[in-house]
Each structure stands twice: as structure tokens, then as C-alpha cells.
């Protein structure tokens, strides 16, 4: 790697009113580095980004930007057809749609990074890249990165930051932890400094125990020197002291200094804090009276299009096993989204998206839970707990610990619902989810506007789930993480994909 340094910037501080976003000494990057930053929402990575690109002026500090760089942001802010490079428009699939006036989230996506491409800048900065890019999208996003030389990363993919990154950046209370290597790197040496705490923290507790009882021992035997033995007289008891060295109250007061040493031993020992443990109760799925038939729901030679002709399915049919977890697949446009919203229509006594032919089947015990996108089932003048134990079939302490799992606090349980933040809110809307008496859940990109570690832990919750799960992602970790089996929709069919989630992505045939 070359040591031409492009950006320097030291002793930053940046303030939104009273509160300090980030704080913290000094960060590099030089020629040939690919950096990701991770952390939680609202932690300040786009923040970050900008001070680094030199578009927000920290409120203490500096910041060295030597070279050329181009700021893609994860908001479009418009573009010049007559500007943008030919090559790269083809190259991103894109060369049709860059005169219209409306383009659909992920077009725009593609357009910006042709723009990007197109550039020819040393250093680029990537806030969240992949937005509303499918999954065939951020193949092709992956293959054309691999050609930048130097960039700086906002992502909550994964499997992005896995092949791209050669440094991890974590922001946390505004200071920056720096890890080599790629995502997985990173997590290893997490893991490993957590394993380092759990080691401290016991032998703490196990040197903490044996001076503990030390003090103790010590103690008892002050007062066993000061009282006198039982069966003699007070005579023998002063000829016994006379006859002595030393007298038992000098004995005593010696044996009490040395208790005294030990104590401010054990008061002056650095506190080891016990590493946070994932609490491992599990609902009572039973409670949920869930289905007993092998198929849970199944489409027979479907049709469907919407009232503009747009056709979307056309004689298409599935299955979906009971207990599995299906990923449904495919590009933008091509009716993922509609199958789900159809999977729930059937259930309606009135249609509100009538198939032209064929039928969608739910059998009669499964009991669908849906996130709802508007968050319109949380009462907001409620408590947290309170409006997850309003829809609970499980006792309060299962209730509890789903929401410790995903990464609410017994301080959070507390809190209304009105000042949660977003990612909060709909991780209390997936807690209501997990205590419901649901037993098939049908999700439309469940890992949106959750940060990664909020994404990992919904993986875990979802990797134990007992009932069916049915969802849209363009997620590729979290496909690879949760989902049992993978249905693709194309050209107007669906097609069960034999195989597991990692012989998927690793099939050229459905990269573009």
C-alpha cells in the first residue's frame, strides 16, 4: 500500500447544539485504503463523512484533504444527463433512463454511481451506496467498487464491507476504534476483546472471593486472640499473659492491622464490570396454536396484474413448508412485494387485489403477523413494556428478555414510545411480533433503517424462530443468516431456488 496520506484530520469536535456528536484525536487515510465505517444510527457516520470531505467545519480541529475526492450521498441531489459519462451510464444499466424525468429509487442509485464512476477522482465517499439498489444491483455495485483504489464507506451491507474494506472503522460516543481488516476481521477481534473481559472479569471475581474470605479468616481470629479460652480462671489467665511474649490484645491488634491491609487491597482493585450476557429464554411457541400442516400456504397457477396492464405473475405457483424461512428474491419491479401483499389479500372476505385466475391458499390455524411500515399499532403515550405486553400470549419475563435481545435496555422498557427513535420503534414493533399469538410472520424488508448490530440481533431472534417466516430482503448476510429457502421471482414465475442461501449467491447465473 502506498504512504501518500490523502486526509488528515486531528483533535475533532463536532457539537449539534448541547450535543457532541463526535470527540476524538486523530484519523488518516492514505492511498489504497478502503475504510468502513460502522456503528449505530444516529452515532454520526454521515457526520463523519462530511467533516471528512470537507463540507461541515468541526467546532474544534483540522482536517487535511489532499487530493480530489467525490461524495456520493445516500440522498440524490439531482444529476446532468449531458454531463454524465456514456461508458459508465451503459456500464451501470442506466443509458435509457437518464433523460426521464422520474426514475425509480434504485435507477437513481445506478445513475449517481455512473456519475461516481465517471469521475475519475482519487478518493471517493460512499454513504450507504447500495439504497434501493436489488440484489443483482449490488453484485454489479460490488464488481465495479473493487476497480476504486481508495474510498471511505457507510454501509450497513455486510457482505459489502467483506469484500471491500481492508480497515474497519467503529464510531462509538464520538470516539473512533480502529480494526484491521474487512467486516468479519472485525467482529473476530470484537469477539476476541469481549473474550479478553470475560478472563478479567473472572479472575477478578476469583482473587476478589479469596481475599474476601482472607479478611475474613483474619477477623474471626482477632476475636478468638481476645477472648479468654473457656474452663480457666482468671489467675491461670494472667500467668498464662505474664508467661507470654506477647500479650493477646498486642496479638489481637497485630491480627486486626493485617485484616485491615487486606481490605484496602480488595477496595483498591480495579473493578472488572461483567461482560453483557444475551439472556437464552425462549417463547412458548406453543402458545401460539400454530399449524400442524406440512404446507402452510400455497399459490396454484396464479395470475395477476395491475390495473394499468402492468402484468406481474402469470400462471405462477409455490409452496411454502411450515417452519421454514423463505427469502423471496428478484429485481426491483418484478413483484416481490405484490406476492406478499397477495399472500395476505387472500385472507380478506373482500379482495382488495383480485387475481385474474388461480388461487392463493393460507390454512385456517396460521395467524399472519405483519409489520406494519407507519408503526400505527404502537400507542405512543405508553410505556415500551407496556405496549408489548398489551398483544402478549408470553408471562412478562419472556417478554423482557425478547426486548433485551434486541438491544432494548430495562431503562428503555420504561420510556414512552412518543421518544424512542426509529430504529427503536420498530424493534419494539418486532418484540410484539415474537409474543403475539402470530405463528406465520410475512415481512417486507425487515432489516430497513436498523443498524447492523440491531440487524444481528434480529437474526438471532429470527434463526430460533419456531414458526414460518416469509420476507422480501436484498440483505445478502442476513438471506445467508436466516432464510432456509429461497423463492425467486422472474419473468412473471416463481421458482423455488434447490439449494441453500450461500449456493445462491454464489450461482453466477443470477448475478448480472
Same mark, same amino acid.
Given at each position: 500500500?502506498?504512504?501518500?496520506?490523502?486526509? %488528515?484530520?486531528?483533535?475533532?469536535?463536532?457539537?449539534?447544539?448541547?450535543?457532541?456528536?463526535?470527540?476524538?484525536?486523530?484519523?488518516? @487515510?492514505?492511498?489504497?485504503?478502503?475504510?468502513?465505517?460502522?456503528?449505530?444510527? $444516529?452515532?454520526?457516520?454521515?457526520?463523519?463523512?462530511?467533516?471528512?470531505?470537507?463540507?461541515?467545519?468541526?467546532?474544534?480541529? +483540522? @482536517?487535511?484533504?489532499?487530493?480530489?475526492?467525490?461524495?456520493?450521498?445516500?440522498?440524490?441531489?439531482?444529476?446532468?444527463?449531458?454531463?454524465?459519462?456514456?461508458?459508465?451510464? !451503459?456500464?451501470?444499466?442506466?443509458?435509457?433512463?437518464?433523460?426521464?424525468?422520474?426514475?425509480?429509487?434504485?435507477?437513481?442509485?445506478?445513475?449517481?454511481?455512473?456519475?461516481?464512476?465517471?469521475?475519475?477522482?482519487?478518493?471517493?465517499?460512499?454513504?450507504?451506496?447500495?439504497?434501493?439498489?436489488?440484489?443483482?444491483?449490488?453484485?454489479?455495485?460490488?464488481?465495479?467498487?473493487?476497480?476504486?483504489?481508495?474510498? /471511505?464507506?457507510?454501509?450497513?451491507?455486510?457482505?459489502?464491507?467483506?469484500?471491500?474494506?481492508?480497515? /474497519?472503522?467503529?464510531?462509538?460516543?464520538?470516539?473512533?476504534?480502529?480494526?484491521?481488516?474487512?467486516?468479519?476481521?472485525?467482529?473476530?477481534?470484537?469477539?476476541?476483546?469481549?473474550?479478553?473481559?470475560?478472563?478479567?472479569?473472572?479472575?477478578?471475581?476469583?482473587?476478589?472471593?479469596?481475599?474476601?474470605?482472607?479478611?475474613?479468616?483474619?477477623?474471626?481470629?482477632? %476475636?478468638?486472640?481476645?477472648?479468654?479460652?473457656?474452663?480457666?480462671?482468671?489467675?491461670?489467665?494472667?500467668?498464662?499473659?505474664?508467661?507470654?511474649?506477647?500479650?493477646?490484645?498486642?496479638?489481637?491488634?497485630?491480627?486486626?492491622?493485617?485484616?485491615?491491609? @487486606?481490605?484496602?487491597?480488595?477496595?483498591?482493585?480495579?473493578?472488572?464490570?461483567?461482560?453483557?450476557?444475551?439472556?437464552?429464554?425462549?417463547?412458548?411457541?406453543?402458545?401460539?396454536?400454530?399449524?400442524?400442516?406440512?404446507?402452510?400456504?400455497?399459490?396454484?397457477?396464479?395470475?395477476?396484474?395491475?390495473?394499468?396492464?402492468?402484468?406481474?405473475?402469470?400462471?405462477?405457483?409455490?409452496?411454502?413448508? !411450515?417452519?421454514?424461512?423463505?427469502?423471496?428474491?428478484?429485481?426491483?419491479?418484478?413483484?416481490?412485494?405484490?406476492?406478499?401483499?397477495?399472500?395476505?389479500?387472500?385472507?380478506?372476505?373482500?379482495?382488495?387485489?383480485?387475481?385474474?385466475?388461480?388461487?392463493?391458499?393460507?390454512?385456517? !390455524?396460521?395467524?399472519? $403477523?405483519?409489520?406494519?411500515?407507519?408503526?400505527?399499532?404502537?400507542?405512543?403515550?405508553?410505556?415500551?413494556?407496556?405496549?408489548? +405486553?398489551?398483544?402478549?400470549?408470553? %408471562?412478562?419475563?419472556?417478554?423482557?428478555?425478547?426486548?433485551?435481545?434486541?438491544?432494548?435496555?430495562?431503562?428503555?422498557?420504561?420510556?414512552?414510545?412518543?421518544?424512542?427513535? $426509529?430504529?427503536?420503534?420498530?424493534?419494539?414493533?418486532?418484540?410484539?411480533?415474537?409474543?403475539?399469538?402470530?405463528?406465520?410472520?410475512?415481512?417486507?424488508?425487515?432489516?430497513?433503517?436498523?443498524? /447492523?448490530?440491531?440487524?444481528?440481533?434480529?437474526?438471532?431472534?429470527?434463526?430460533?424462530?419456531?414458526?414460518?417466516?416469509?420476507?422480501?430482503?436484498?440483505?445478502?448476510?442476513? /438471506?445467508?443468516?436466516?432464510?432456509?429457502?429461497?423463492?425467486?421471482?422472474?419473468?412473471?414465475?416463481?421458482?423455488?431456488?434447490? $439449494?441453500?442461501?450461500?449456493?445462491?449467491?454464489?450461482?453466477?447465473?443470477?448475478?448480472?
Amino acid at each position: 500500500m502506498s504512504e501518500k496520506q490523502l486526509i %488528515k484530520a486531528e483533535n475533532i469536535v463536532v457539537k449539534f447544539g448541547e450535543q457532541e456528536v463526535l470527540d476524538f484525536e486523530r484519523f488518516s @487515510v492514505y492511498a489504497g485504503e478502503r475504510v468502513g465505517i460502522v456503528g449505530a444510527n $444516529g452515532v454520526g457516520k454521515t457526520t463523519l463523512l462530511r467533516v471528512l470531505a470537507g463540507e461541515l467545519t468541526p467546532d474544534v480541529g +483540522m @482536517v487535511d484533504i489532499r487530493c480530489d475526492a467525490f461524495f456520493l450521498k445516500q440522498f440524490s441531489e439531482g444529476w446532468m444527463p449531458e454531463e454524465l459519462d456514456g461508458k459508465e451510464i !451503459k456500464a451501470m444499466k442506466v443509458k435509457n433512463k437518464i433523460w426521464q424525468e422520474k426514475v425509480s429509487g434504485g435507477e437513481d442509485t445506478r445513475i449517481r454511481l455512473a456519475e461516481m464512476f465517471g469521475s475519475d477522482r482519487q478518493l471517493v465517499f460512499l454513504d450507504e451506496p447500495t439504497t434501493n439498489l436489488d440484489i443483482k444491483g449490488i453484485s454489479l455495485l460490488k464488481e465495479r467498487l473493487k476497480c476504486i483504489d481508495t474510498m /471511505i464507506l457507510v454501509s450497513h451491507d455486510r457482505s459489502l464491507l467483506n469484500e471491500l474494506c481492508t480497515r /474497519i472503522v467503529e464510531i462509538s460516543e464520538g470516539k473512533l476504534t480502529e480494526y484491521d481488516g474487512n467486516y468479519d476481521a472485525y467482529i473476530m477481534q470484537k469477539q476476541a476483546r469481549v473474550k479478553r473481559q470475560w478472563d478479567e472479569y473472572e479472575q477478578y471475581t476469583a482473587e476478589k472471593k479469596r481475599l474476601e474470605k482472607v479478611y475474613a479468616a483474619k477477623k474471626e481470629k482477632a %476475636k478468638t486472640i481476645e477472648k479468654k479460652p473457656r474452663k480457666i480462671s482468671s489467675s491461670e489467665a494472667k500467668m498464662r499473659d505474664f508467661i507470654a511474649l506477647r500479650k493477646p490484645e498486642c496479638k489481637a491488634q497485630s491480627m486486626e492491622r493485617s485484616a485491615k491491609n @487486606v481490605k484496602k487491597r480488595i477496595d483498591h482493585m480495579e473493578v472488572k464490570e461483567k461482560p453483557r450476557q444475551t439472556p437464552n429464554i425462549r417463547p412458548d411457541f406453543r402458545l401460539t396454536d400454530p399449524p400442524e400442516n406440512p404446507i402452510v400456504i400455497s399459490g396454484e397457477n396464479i395470475s395477476f396484474a395491475y390495473e394499468d396492464g402492468r402484468e406481474i405473475f402469470k400462471d405462477a405457483s409455490f409452496r411454502i413448508a !411450515k417452519g421454514s424461512r423463505v427469502a423471496i428474491v428478484g429485481d426491483n419491479g418484478a413483484g416481490k412485494t405484490t406476492l406478499l401483499n397477495l399472500i395476505t389479500d387472500s385472507l380478506r372476505e373482500q379482495k382488495q387485489m383480485p387475481l385474474t385466475s388461480g388461487c392463493i391458499r393460507v390454512v385456517p !390455524k396460521a395467524s399472519i $403477523g405483519l409489520l406494519d411500515q407507519n408503526l400505527a399499532m404502537l400507542d405512543y403515550e405508553r410505556t415500551v413494556l407496556e405496549n408489548v +405486553m398489551e398483544v402478549s400470549v408470553q %408471562k412478562e419475563e419472556v417478554a423482557r428478555t425478547i426486548l433485551s435481545r434486541l438491544l432494548l435496555s430495562a431503562r428503555d422498557m420504561k420510556k414512552k414510545v412518543s421518544v424512542l427513535s $426509529g430504529g427503536e420503534r420498530i424493534k419494539l414493533s418486532f418484540a410484539r411480533l415474537f409474543v403475539d399469538k402470530v405463528n406465520l410472520l410475512i415481512l417486507d424488508e425487515p432489516t430497513n433503517f436498523l443498524d /447492523i448490530e440491531s440487524v444481528e440481533a434480529l437474526e438471532a431472534m429470527f434463526s430460533e424462530y419456531e414458526g414460518t417466516l416469509v420476507f422480501v430482503s436484498h440483505d445478502e448476510a442476513f /438471506i445467508r443468516a436466516v432464510a432456509t429457502d429461497i423463492l425467486v421471482v422472474k419473468d412473471g414465475k416463481l421458482e423455488c431456488f434447490f $439449494g441453500t442461501a450461500e449456493e445462491f449467491f454464489d450461482c453466477q447465473s443470477f448475478h448480472e
